[in-house]
């Protein structure tokens, strides 16, 4: 209570409206989610009306590793959830990126420079030579009758005979082919690898079959082109997938396998028993030596792997005669899936000691802050140059040099991919956002629990994204090669720091800082259980966030992501006052105190230290109030006397706080004292909810302080330290004897 009145005193003259320009940093989000509705409701959850789309599919391929090339049949099975009729269906024709139609080269800018290397003429002329895209021979329905369609680059319109009704479904047959592209110089998510030495192909095959574009309540169709950056939109459905390849093939998939007693050899089966059992280490199932052979030879007999999968929202595989394969099982709390690797030679001895381990250790520590793995089986496939995930399956680089040996680098870099794609299984294949609009929502998510993972179990990686400090250079970087996080996929700058590196710079500030890892945690695991396995959009995931916490995190969501503000606080005034002591009684000195300045502050405007002594200030008698009859009737009893000896060694601190970066955020104060000891106060962000530029705040001590700094420990992304420390140092390396540890 004493301090509420001292506080009254000093700060009174001080409180005006001197607050600059106001552009709502500190606002609500308002307007800027859309509207709550029975689909998706106020709270962030799924509402009581919510419905998606379900596709499933049969799928028969055979890989031709002759020419290169797939065909494919299939019967896909979609179920009308939505509360529409629909007259038409889009299916999503993603091989034709590389169709002679495609806009994918025509929208890229290039320029021709003095000196060119073939990699660079090649990125111009090679659209031109490969003949990509799917050649699409036949879309009929149910009974084989043919069914009106139009192609539309990347998408494929097929028009229904009469409209398909809510509630029901629909059976359609697509048959097509197309040439896979040499993954090397062609790039892609998808492809294969030509080793020359041997003569093999591994290819690791994607977006490989018409698939059902999305209906949903948010957009309608999501039929964005693709264009190559804009990742996926899909539903969910089962799969049953029959894959026709060369005998001496090995078969990673999606899914389970059905038929592994006609496709592998006995002592395979055996090893994969054993691996179901082998939960602290990988089982070799198919060894290097074996591998090796098969490199040598070409069989002419063909094998068809059969896999099922269930509730799945897309499907992949990769196949070799190349590859040997591990695998071991994962302890979850509840189910022990199969952690699964499949590389070539030219992966190990990295591969077999590092893969499958990263699988189950992302599954372990995901499946804590998430929901619990719920798949079969999780498989990493050796994959050069690319990272590129799938349910269940992913494609990961990190390939040693040929005599075996490899650096720090590429040990990390491999970890931390298959860490990143086997996460990629949570966001977005579970929780399966629009991925076509918003590369945040999976990406950004799940660098995030990647930097968790890496901290839990690999200590000795040096982290890449996920901490404050990591996000620093970019945020003080030029505006103009910075957009919002908010920004659709195809039209991001700096793609790495704006979708990955600076939402998981946010969530662990909100983690670490604003919310507390409890609270954080469990809104995170709330978020993720409410959406697994549903299709959440930004505002589902901001307000459950907030809606689990009891945080008002707008300001956060604000800044963060709908901006491209950077923090940069600045500690910009400190004023030193002490209370004089009258040497009469208090109320001679009534009359005195009304002509006394305190606030002028002369003693204390040099920024590079303390005054050599306080400003002081007189307190005055508690003046009944002209305007306030209950202010008089609480005042009556106020004993100024006890006030003024309870406060008389107090140091008085004004501090003035200059927002200089735009984003608002939290100030958190060390203060150094005389004696040597040390203090933190953390200020929460609502300090600035009624002036955004700047605020100034009085901190009574009775300890002298002989120093300040904002964010001791660089937890908040501050590009501009020199200005958070009083006294001020001009050499910014002495900043980091004012910290405890931080990194
Ligand atoms: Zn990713």
Same mark, same amino acid.
């Given at each position: 209570? *004493?301090?509420?009145? $001292?506080?009254?005193? +000093?700060?009174s003259?001080? +409180?005006g409206?001197?607050?600059?320009e106001?552009?709502q940093?500190?606002?609500q989000?308002?307007?800027?989610?859309?509207?709550?509705?029975?689909?998706r409701?106020?709270?962030g959850?799924?509402?009581?009306?919510?419905?998606?789309?379900?596709?499933?599919y049969?799928?028969d391929?055979?890989?031709?590793?002759e020419? @290169?090339?797939?065909t494919?049949?299939?019967?896909?099975?979609?179920? #009308? #959830?939505?509360p529409d009729q629909?007259?038409?269906?889009?299916?999503?024709?993603?091989q034709?990126?590389?169709s002679?139609?495609?806009?994918t080269?025509?929208?890229?800018?290039?320029?021709? %420079?003095?000196?060119?290397?073939?990699?660079?003429?090649?990125?111009?002329?090679q659209?031109?030579?490969?003949?990509?895209?799917?050649?699409?021979?036949k879309?009929t329905?149910?009974n084989? !009758?043919?069914?009106?369609?139009?192609?539309? &680059?990347?998408?494929?319109?097929?028009?229904?005979?009469?409209?398909? @009704?809510?509630?029901?479904?629909?059976?359609?047959?697509?048959?097509?082919s197309?040439?896979?592209q040499?993954?090397?110089?062609?790039?892609?998510?998808?492809?294969?690898?030509f080793?020359?030495?041997?003569?093999?192909y591994l290819?690791?095959?994607? *977006?490989?079959?018409?698939?059902?574009?999305v209906?949903?309540?948010?957009?309608?169709w999501q039929?964005?082109?693709?264009?190559?950056?804009?990742e996926?939109?899909?539903? =969910?459905?089962?799969?049953?997938?029959?894959? %026709?390849v060369p005998?001496?093939f090995?078969?990673?998939?999606?899914?389970e396998?059905?038929n592994p007693?006609?496709? /592998?050899?006995?002592a395979?089966?055996?090893?994969?028993?054993?691996?179901?059992?082998?939960?602290d280490k990988?089982?070799?199932?198919v060894?290097?030596?074996e591998?090796?052979k098969?490199?040598?030879k070409?069989?002419?007999?063909?094998?068809t792997w059969?896999?099922?999968?269930?509730n799945?929202?897309?499907?992949a595989f990769?196949?070799?005669?190349?590859?040997?394969?591990?695998?071991?099982?994962?302890?979850?709390e509840?189910k022990?899936?199969?952690a699964?690797?499949?590389?070539?030679?030219e992966?190990?001895?990295?591969?077999?000691?590092?893969?499958?381990?990263?699988?189950?250790n992302?599954?372990? %520590?995901y499946?804590?802050?998430t929901?619990e793995?719920?798949?079969?089986?999780?498989?990493?496939v050796?994959s050069?140059?690319?990272?590129?995930?799938?349910?269940? $399956?992913?494609?990961?680089?990190g390939?040693?040099?040929?005599?075996?040996?490899?650096?720090?680098a590429?040990?990390?870099?491999?970890i931390?991919?298959?860490i990143?794609?086997?996460?990629?299984? =949570?966001?977005?294949?579970?929780?399966?956002?629009d991925?076509r609009q918003w590369?945040?929502?999976?990406?950004?998510?799940?660098?995030?629990?990647?930097?968790?993972?890496? &901290?839990?179990?690999?200590?000795?990686?040096?982290?890449?994204?996920?901490?404050?400090?990591?996000?620093?250079?970019?945020?003080k970087?030029?505006?103009?090669?910075?957009?919002?996080?908010?920004?659709?996929?195809?039209?991001?700058?700096?793609?790495?720091?704006?979708?990955?590196?600076?939402?998981?710079?946010a969530?662990?500030i909100?983690?670490?800082?604003?919310?507390?890892?409890?609270?954080?945690?469990?809104a995170?695991?709330?978020?993720?259980?409410?959406?697994?396995f549903?299709?959440?959009?930004?505002?589902?995931?901001?307000?459950t966030?907030?809606?689990?916490?009891?945080?008002?995190?707008?300001?956060?969501?604000?800044g963060?992501?709908?901006?491209?503000?950077h923090?940069?606080?600045s500690?910009?005034?400190v004023k030193?006052?002490?209370?004089?002591i009258?040497e009469?009684?208090?109320?001679?000195?009534?009359?005195?105190?009304?002509?006394?300045?305190?606030s002028?502050?002369? &003693?204390?405007? #040099? /920024?590079?230290d303390?005054? @050599?002594?306080a400003?002081?200030?007189?307190?005055?008698?508690?003046?009944?109030s002209?305007?306030?009859?209950?202010?008089?009737?609480?005042?009556?009893?106020?004993?100024?006397?006890?006030?003024?000896?309870?406060?008389?060694?107090?140091n008085?601190?004004?501090?003035?706080?200059?927002?200089?970066g735009?984003?608002?955020?939290?100030?958190?104060?060390q203060?150094?004292?005389?004696?040597?000891?040390?203090?933190?106060?953390?200020i929460?962000a609502?300090?600035?909810?009624?002036n955004? #530029?700047? +605020?100034? !705040?009085v901190?009574?001590?009775?300890?002298?302080?002989?120093?300040?700094?904002?964010?001791p420990?660089?937890?908040?992304?501050?590009?501009?330290?020199?200005?958070?420390?009083?006294?001020?140092?001009?050499n910014?390396?002495r900043?980091? *004897?004012? *910290?405890?540890?931080?990194?």
């Amino acid at each position: 209570m *004493q301090r509420i009145l $001292i506080g009254l005193l +000093v700060l009174s003259p001080l +409180v005006g409206f001197t607050q600059g320009e106001w552009n709502q940093k500190f606002e609500q989000l308002g307007t800027s989610l859309p509207t709550a509705n029975s689909y998706r409701n106020a709270s962030g959850a799924p509402g009581k009306d919510y419905w998606q789309q379900r596709a499933d599919y049969v799928i028969d391929a055979e890989l031709n590793d002759e020419n @290169q090339s797939l065909t494919g049949k299939e019967t896909i099975t979609y179920f #009308n #959830n939505s509360p529409d009729q629909l007259s038409y269906l889009w299916l999503q024709l993603d091989q034709n990126m590389r169709s002679k139609s495609s806009d994918t080269p025509l929208i890229v800018e290039n320029e021709m %420079t003095k000196a060119m290397s073939g990699r660079d003429i090649q990125k111009i002329v090679q659209e031109y030579d490969f003949d990509g895209g799917f050649k699409i021979s036949k879309v009929t329905d149910a009974n084989g !009758k043919p069914l009106k369609y139009m192609i539309n &680059k990347t998408m494929m319109r097929v028009d229904l005979p009469s409209p398909l @009704q809510s509630g029901e479904q629909i059976s359609l047959n697509v048959d097509w082919s197309y040439n896979i592209q040499d993954r090397m110089p062609l790039g892609g998510r998808s492809g294969y690898e030509f080793f020359p030495k041997d003569g093999n192909y591994l290819y690791t095959i994607a *977006q490989w079959f018409p698939r059902m574009a999305v209906y949903d309540d948010m957009e309608g169709w999501q039929h964005k082109q693709f264009l190559g950056r804009g990742e996926f939109a899909l539903e =969910f459905g089962n799969y049953k997938v029959k894959l %026709t390849v060369p005998a001496d093939f090995v078969v990673a998939s999606t899914g389970e396998l059905q038929n592994p007693n006609q496709v /592998l050899t006995k002592a395979q089966l055996t090893k994969l028993e054993e691996a179901k059992q082998s939960f602290d280490k990988p089982v070799i199932i198919v060894s290097e030596e074996e591998a090796r052979k098969a490199e040598q030879k070409r069989a002419s007999a063909k094998k068809t792997w059969e896999y099922h999968a269930s509730n799945v929202r897309d499907f992949a595989f990769a196949a070799s005669r190349k590859f040997i394969w591990d695998a071991q099982a994962v302890q979850l709390e509840t189910k022990t899936p199969l952690a699964m690797s499949y590389y070539p030679k030219e992966g190990n001895p990295l591969w077999e000691k590092e893969s499958t381990k990263a699988v189950a250790n992302t599954l372990k %520590t995901y499946s804590r802050h998430t929901v619990e793995y719920p798949y079969p089986v999780a498989i990493s496939v050796h994959s050069a140059s690319i990272g590129m995930e799938y349910p269940m $399956i992913c494609f990961n680089f990190g390939r040693p040099n040929e005599d075996g040996s490899y650096t720090d680098a590429v040990k990390w870099g491999m970890i931390g991919v298959i860490i990143h794609e086997v996460g990629h299984n =949570f966001f977005p294949m579970i929780i399966n956002s629009d991925e076509r609009q918003w590369s945040w929502m999976d990406e950004g998510l799940d660098t995030f629990v990647q930097s968790l993972t890496e &901290k839990e179990h690999y200590p000795a990686k040096p982290l890449k994204r996920g901490e404050a400090r990591l996000i620093v250079d970019y945020m003080k970087g030029d505006k103009e090669g910075i957009r919002p996080i908010m920004t659709n996929s195809e039209q991001i700058l700096q793609f790495g720091e704006n979708a990955y590196a600076k939402p998981a710079a946010a969530l662990s500030i909100l983690r670490e800082t604003i919310m507390g890892p409890e609270l954080f945690d469990y809104a995170f695991k709330t978020y993720s259980e409410r959406w697994a396995f549903k299709r959440p959009s930004p505002a589902d995931f901001f307000r459950t966030m907030e809606d689990a916490s009891a945080v008002d995190l707008d300001w956060f969501w604000k800044g963060w992501f709908y901006t491209t503000d950077h923090v940069d606080l600045s500690l910009s005034k400190v004023k030193w006052f002490k209370m004089e002591i009258p040497e009469n009684e208090i109320e001679n000195k009534a009359k005195k105190s009304k002509k006394a300045n305190i606030s002028s502050g002369e &003693k204390n405007q #040099n /920024l590079m230290d303390f005054a @050599q002594e306080a400003e002081t200030f007189y307190m005055t008698e508690t003046v009944p109030s002209a305007v306030s009859k209950r202010f008089n009737e609480f005042m009556n009893k106020t004993d100024d006397q006890g006030i003024m000896k309870a406060n008389a060694d107090r140091n008085f601190y004004e501090l003035t706080f200059e927002n200089k970066g735009g984003l608002v955020m939290p100030i958190i104060l060390q203060w150094t004292y005389e004696d040597g000891s040390v203090e933190r106060e953390y200020i929460p962000a609502e300090i600035w909810k009624k002036n955004e #530029n700047v +605020v100034t !705040k009085v901190f009574a001590k009775f300890k002298k302080v002989t120093n300040i700094v904002i964010d001791p420990e660089k937890e908040t992304a501050d590009v501009a330290i020199q200005n958070n420390v009083f006294p001020r140092i001009e050499n910014n390396s002495r900043f980091d *004897q004012f *910290q405890n540890g931080g990194e």
